[in-house]
């Protein structure tokens, strides 16, 4: 599978001030990731960091996926700001279960560790 995974709020906090070089990692949720990625999933991340501002926050990003020992495929900027997004493939970071069945025979892709 290819799946796309948020920074902010998901696998950080980040602060409200959005100086995203002060986020601080959430260790549970990198870890739900990096499963995904040594089951053989591509993980790529994709964030709306200087979307608004204009400001390139890849280079800290990169510091911090290295720090935070976030494994991915690939890093993508340019999210667009929004205040809902509504569409039949998401879950919300809040729900992220250990567990995410994938087909009618109740295999999840958890399993894949």
């Known amino acids: 599978m290819i799946i796309y995974i948020d920074i902010d709020e998901t696998i950080c906090v980040s602060p409200e001030n959005r ?6 990692p959430i260790l549970e949720n990198i870890a739900k990731a ?3 990625y040594d089951g053989g999933h591509t993980i790529v991340y994709w964030t709306a960091r200087g979307s608004g501002s204009g400001i390139d926050w890849r280079e800290v990003t990169e510091k ?11 890093l993508r900027l340019g999210k667009p700001i929004y205040d809902l ?3 039949d493939k998401n879950m919300n970071a809040r729900d992220w279960p250990d567990t995410i069945p994938v087909d009618e025979n109740n295999s999840n892709i958890f399993d894949t560790v």
């Open 34 to 36: 990096n499963r995904l």
């Open 19 to 24: 100086n995203y070089a002060e986020a601080s």
């Open 85 to 87: 997004f509504i569409d």
């Open 64 to 74: 911090q996926f290295e720090e935070w020992g976030v494994k991915h495929h690939e």
